[in-house]
């Protein structure tokens, strides 16, 4: 559950940047003129929220152990 929050954390902050990139004051505003999603397509995001990518929950997947270690 933590990792789910903090990734749609992440998803937050960076629509909150693409709206201020759009010069919107408020992140409704861009949301509502430029973030229309299918019907078909959200069904398609709401399945992926539910199947977690095993790689997002480990930000160390694909680290070698040395590069683990020097951290």
Request: proline content about 4%.
């Amino acid at each position: 559950m933590a990792s789910c929050v903090s990734a749609f954390a992440r998803h937050l902050k960076k629509i909150k940047a693409w709206s201020r990139n759009l010069a919107h004051e408020n992140v409704l505003t861009a949301l509502a003129s430029y973030g229309a999603v299918a019907s078909h397509r959200q069904a398609e995001i709401m399945n992926a929220l539910a199947m977690p990518d095993p790689a997002a929950a480990n930000p160390f997947a694909g680290l070698d152990k040395a590069a683990i270690r020097a951290l």
